[in-house]
């Protein structure tokens, strides 16, 4: 077994150009909630703390300060889990009902995902886990307005019929075989 510590990712931090905008959509839309806020220690630029987990103090930390005319995200997604499909279609809902575009909706043998942005650009992903692998990257478009049923049955053929298909129980046994080496 090694003893390489082994990081996870805790919490990720956007510097961010319109505070308030931003608090309602990852509070109102996304469900967080602030935990702190304040002036940041250093260059006092105004900090928020968001979180959906009772056990961690922050997932999300929107640090004010990006300037105005900064036309990149220094993220290419942020990706958040949910519990299954029920949670990935209210999710989509509130979305839409609050203005905002879903543009992808991707079946990755293994994830169910929508794909958009938030108020300042930065690209979101929210998904949830399937009980199957199929090597990545993949991604087939899907209509999340079929019944779980109907997107179970699809998704589990189409990942039978990949010829690197196994279930996501076993996968995980072996990553973890792999990471104790």
Known sequence: MSSQPRPRIGHIGLNIRDAEKMKDFYTRVMGFTVTDQGPHPVNACPM???????EEHHEVVLIGGRPDDADY?????????????????????????????????????????????????????????????IPQPYGLPF????????IMRSTEQLCRENPGFMMETERKAKARQTMLD
């Not at 928020?48 to 009772?54: G, H, I, V």
């Not at 209509?143 to 109907?150: A, G, P, S």
């Open 73 to 133: 995200s220094a993220a290419q997604q942020l990706s958040f889990l949910l519990e299954g499909l029920d949670e990935l279609r209210q999710m989509r809902d509130s979305l839409v009902i609050n203005g905002t575009e879903v543009d992808r909706y991707a079946c990755h043998g293994n994830a169910w995902s929508i794909y958009f942005h938030d108020p300042e650009g930065n690209y979101l992903e929210l998904y949830a886990h399937t009980p199957w692998y």
């Open 48 to 54: 928020m703390f968001l979180s959906t987990n009772p």
């Open 143 to 150: 209509d999340l307005d079929q019944t779980n049923e109907e």
